[in-house]
């Protein structure tokens, strides 16, 4: 009989949003009214509910858990193994939670004129199922694979049903992420061999680890640059950010959410894995330029952004500002900067994805995505303007919402590493506080526009699916601490198989401090 701690929490968390996607293209084409949105929520609510029981029974010094394991392909060592640690279950809950509030908020973007209604849901249901295998993936090949998998949905999802250029920016997505994706095929095929003069073929993370700590500098510093570039595209920094802001310009909100929220956390989830965790000695070489090309993301999104009359690609900006904040935290190689740079994944995924969503709801009221054509919303939709308002000061890390936690321990952890590195972030700050303060002032406050003057506040519908993300924003903001404690010894074990060290006097320097010198008072 199997028990509970037998059962495949994984496998099942992935199975299910797939066989959900597989009953909606079952439906007709003109199902009965709001069923395709009905049986999709529902299906990602009991996903929700099988990884909240997963967080429930997760221990948070027990090392990589709900782990499964079989055979895939032999010839080339590549297994179906899945397990979480910290990191990865922080992310797969990101996404379980996200799904819901998207299906909610999304609940009339499948429009029947382009697409059926029933494949826009279980588009958002098959990208879901790939999210939580690429997070919870230990075997090399099976992350290439579902990694070179999730550019699907999203890519339907752009081109389906995104605005009047979404084909271009469809395809603009797409080729970016082949190029990365070829790129980093060039490193797994790597990683094949050298397991192969090791002995056997292998993908397992584990076995791989302790492969790649006896493959020679050059190699390994090869391999390494073949998954950063990857990486990088995915997350996106700069120089190779410039998909993002068309791609959110033409998506629909919800669209936006599940690639900027999640997807996009592939890339720095990636680099902390499989950078960090393959490649130690390539991860500490890079470091300078890595740090560098972060700090010039944190400056340069921040400064575009301020100039962006679209609020989607405002949002977009702000998104490769915070993603050069976290990398700055993976890469200034302390626990403080880690722990912040995984716990701002998954602020940022919230804060962003409300970001986004109460826009749509604006922009879709409105009819216009550009800021200069509002004026005055706050006084007739107040409760629009309210949510916007708390959304907006998240992203710009106000103290008290969830964010700031995550922003504060990662310039902790740049200034313990290097004061220059946290110096030129913190001008990010000031320039978040500029372009989320001017936009609101531009939008919600002043004179009525006659153009808004009737417009609807939210429905119950929509407050309801922003109600979660609201809720975990503010919660977080001033509990971090249980999602800290799952964090942290995921963070110990990652910085502690790099070698690296926190910087600051140990026990041993202190006590030697405190004896008296030769000569000195007793």
Known sequence: MTTVNDFPFLTAAILLPLLGAAVLMGLPRRSGRDLPQVVALGVSLVTLALTAVMAVRFDPGGGFQFNEQHTWIA?????????????????????TILTPAVIGASWRDGDPGRWSTNSFFAWVL????????????????LFYVLFEATLLPIYFLIGGFGGARRSYA?????????????????????????????????????????????????????LFVGFFIAFAIKAPMVPVHTWLPDVADEATPGTSVLLVSILDKIGTFGMIRF???????????????????????????GLVAIAQDSIPRL???????????????????????????????????????????????????????????????????????????????????????????????????????????????????????????????????GPVRPEVEGMRDLGFREVASLAPLL?????????????????????????????????????????????PTEGGDE
């Open 471 to 515: 809720a975990l924003v503010v919660a977080l903001g001033f509990f971090p601490g249980p999602l800290l404690d799952v964090i942290e010894p995921a963070v110990a074990s990652t910085l502690e198989h790099v070698g690296a060290e926190d910087p600051g006097p140990t026990i041993e320097d202190a006590a030697a401090d405190a004896e």
């Open 275 to 301: 950078c960090l965790g393959l490649f130690p000695e390539a991860s500490t070489w890079a470091t300078p330029v890595v740090l560098v090309l972060a700090v010039v993301s944190v400056l340069y999104g």
């Open 315 to 445: 949002i977009a900006y702000t998104s490769v500002s915070h993603f050069g904040f976290i990398v700055l935290g993976i890469f200034v190689l302390n626990s403080q900067g880690q722990t912040g740079s995984t716990l701002y994944m998954f602020n940022h995924g919230l804060s962003t994805g409300l970001l986004f969503l109460v826009s749509g709801f604006l922009i879709a009221r409105r009819g216009s995505r550009y800021i200069s054509d509002f004026g005055g919303v706050q006084k007739v939709a107040p409760v629009l303007a309210g949510i916007l308002l708390v959304a907006g000061l998240s992203s710009l890390s106000l103290p008290g919402l969830s964010p700031f936690v995550s922003e504060f321990l990662v310039m902790l952890g740049a200034f313990l590493h290097h004061y220059l590195y946290a110096v030129f972030a913190v001008f990010g700050i000031v320039l978040s506080a500029l372009y989320i303060l001017l936009m609101y002032q531009r939008t919600m406050t």
């Open 170 to 222: 469809a395809i603009k997505f797409l080729l970016y992420s082949l190029l990365g994706g070829l790129v980093m095929l060039a490193s797994v095929i790597g990683l094949y061999v050298e397991s192969s003069r090791a002995g056997a073929p292998t993908y397992l993370l584990s076995e791989l680890s302790e492969i790649m700590a006896d493959v020679d500098t050059a190699t390994g510093r090869w």
């Open 126 to 141: 098959v990208l879901e199922a790939l999210a939580i295998g690429v997070f919870a993936a230990t075997d090399v090949f």
């Open 75 to 95: 010839a080339f060592g590549a297994h179906y193994a899945v397990g979480v640690d910290g990191i990865g279950l922080t992310l797969v809950m990101l996404t």
